[in-house]
């Protein structure tokens, strides 16, 4: 804990007059932040990450070429994994990263009552697009994506 500080103690005139100097009074004493705990983390968990990181680059790749070459119609999670043989939770670090780098997105159809963003669905999963579909479709159009210009 780091020592109290003083403060002055001001108090201005009702009246217009120069502000009238009451003395100094200590402040709330300023406490270091505590240091955070490391999540721990065991070998096992580590080996898989060195393993799968290893062909981050080469899932993330296969998992945007099949998301590109599906067009405006785009390919949820599960169709990807099916298509490219590579396992669901790997498809979904390469997809959560490829969404970082802003390459593909979710499209957003509209906004329930609350203001919570609905996405487009097909089997109720999230259909996944690549970036350059973002404004070339209309997504609230009812049923399949419709295009808005030549894009």
């Not at 973002?134 to 994506?145: C, L, M, Y």
Request: charged share 25%.
């Amino acid at each position: 804990m780091t020592p109290s500080r003083t403060a002055t103690v001001v108090m201005d005139d009702l009246w217009g007059g120069p502000p009238r100097r009451l003395g100094t009074a200590p402040s709330e004493p300023v406490e270091a932040a505590a240091p955070q705990k490391r999540r721990k983390v065991h070998s096992t968990q580590r080996e898989g990450h060195a393993r799968v990181l290893a062909h981050a680059d080469t899932l993330d790749g296969r998992c945007l070429e099949e998301i590109r070459r599906q067009g405006a119609h785009g390919a949820t999670r599960q169709e990807i994994a099916a298509t490219c043989d590579i396992a669901i939770n790997s498809v979904c670090g390469a997809v959560d990263r490829l969404m970082k780098g802003d390459l593909i997105i979710e499209p957003i159809t509209g906004h329930d009552a609350t203001g919570k963003p609905e996405h487009f669905r097909r089997q109720r999963c999230k259909v996944l697009v690549h970036h350059t579909y973002q404004n070339a479709v209309d997504w609230r159009a009812p049923g399949q994506p419709v295009r808005t210009s030549a894009a």
